[in-house]
């Protein structure tokens, strides 16, 4: 089955400052990668995805980026605020339908 | 809009007894998955429910069980409770079995 690798486990940037948090897959069938971000106590919530015919997607201050010949997609978060801090998981959803999820990064933006 | 809601939010269960967790899927949504997510790690899949069809299953026992009921709502039920199965368990739905998953809350179940 799919095994999802993230990295790092823990983060901590100055605010105003990028934090880039990366994951690697292992079924090359997989070919949708969200990412969720839940905050203490709080369901996941979908941040931003991206589907494996597509590189590279933007969403204001968010991006991710998709490698797919060297099964790896990247976050990156851009003008980091306070509000930012949470834990990111990511993903990766195969023929199977599921998502298989990273074991997540403790984000902490200090102000 | 109603999002994805989730009961109880929590539960104290005997090891050796039997639960079942609830869950009401956002307006629209017809696949239901549930998801269990133990202290400090990512959720782990259960199974999914599609038109009321299981349609894929994780690494779980069979005293792991769900239904789908025609309003889309589901239930997930664990039978002969162990310390292990300690863990938030999450409910997603989406509006078709390849589309982008919306959690709820989620039930914070603790087995003594």
């Known amino acids: 089955g799919e095994n999802v690798e993230q990295h790092p486990s823990t983060l901590s940037v100055q605010e105003g400052d990028s934090a880039v948090i990366k994951c690697t897959y292992s079924?090359?069938?997989?070919?949708?990668f969200p990412w969720y971000k839940q905050e203490l106590g709080k369901r996941p919530q979908l941040i931003i995805d991206i589907r494996s015919n597509v590189g590279e997607k933007k969403d204001q201050r968010i991006a991710v980026t998709l490698n797919k010949t060297a099964k790896h997609f990247s976050l990156h978060i851009t003008e980091t605020q306070p509000e930012d801090s949470a834990v990111y998981f990511c993903a990766a959803r195969g023929g199977a339908n599921n998502l298989f999820f990273g074991t997540g990064t403790r984000l902490t933006v200090i102000p | 809009e109603t999002g994805v809601t989730q009961s109880p939010t929590h539960l104290i269960k005997t090891r050796g007894q039997q639960v079942t967790l609830r869950c009401s899927s956002q307006s629209g949504h017809n696949t239901v998955s549930w998801y269990q997510q133990a202290l400090g790690q990512g959720p782990q899949f259960i199974f999914q429910?599609?038109?009321?069809?299981?349609?894929g299953r994780g690494n779980f026992p069979p005293r792991f069980s769900g239904l789908q009921f025609p309003n889309y709502s589901s239930e997930l039920n664990v039978n002969a409770l162990e310390l292990d199965d300690s863990a938030l368990y999450l409910c997603a739905s989406s509006s078709g079995v390849g589309s982008p998953l919306h959690f709820g809350n989620g039930t914070r179940l603790t087995v003594t």
């Open positions: 079924d090359s069938a997989s070919n949708y």
């Open positions: 429910y599609y038109r009321e069809e299981e349609n």
